[in-house]
């Protein structure tokens, strides 16, 4: 089976950091281009950063550039996303995603693997 495991989510107040996991069991990464999405409720969701399978190039949403680092291991399978200087507006339910047909970000339209989501409030 097939599975993405995000952790990492959690409350933290405006300004502080939290650092995203994604960890896959059942394949390995090397080949897959690696995806965050969020969604925040009552809005679309949303793709926020990804890494390429094809030669690790980055991606992020304008509204996260300067602020979320997105890196890889793939001998540990593992996928981070690491988030600094949170904002209220960063918040929602963080999904991870994993596709072997893309090999370059952004990620769009259908993608293969999506991990159950783990959820980041940033408020005071």
């Known amino acids: 089976q097939l599975q993405l495991v995000e952790s990492g989510g959690g409350l933290v107040q405006p300004g502080g950091s939290l650092r995203l996991s994604c960890a896959a069991s059942?394949?390995?990464?090397?080949?897959?281009?690696i995806g965050w999405f969020r969604q925040a409720p009552g809005k679309e969701r949303e793709g926020v950063s990804c890494i390429s399978s094809s030669d690790g190039s980055t991606y992020y949403v304008d509204s996260v550039k300067g602020r979320f680092t997105i890196s890889r291991d793939n001998t540990k399978n593992t996928v981070w996303l690491q988030m600094n200087s949170l904002k209220p507006e960063d918040t929602g339910v963080y999904y991870c995603?994993?596709?072997?047909?893309?090999?370059?970000?952004?990620?769009?339209?259908?993608?293969?693997?999506w991990g159950q989501g783990t959820q980041v409030t940033v408020s005071s």
């Open positions: 995603v994993a596709d072997s047909v893309q090999e370059y970000c952004p990620l769009v339209g259908y993608l293969e693997i």
């Open positions: 059942g394949f390995t990464l090397d080949y897959y281009s």
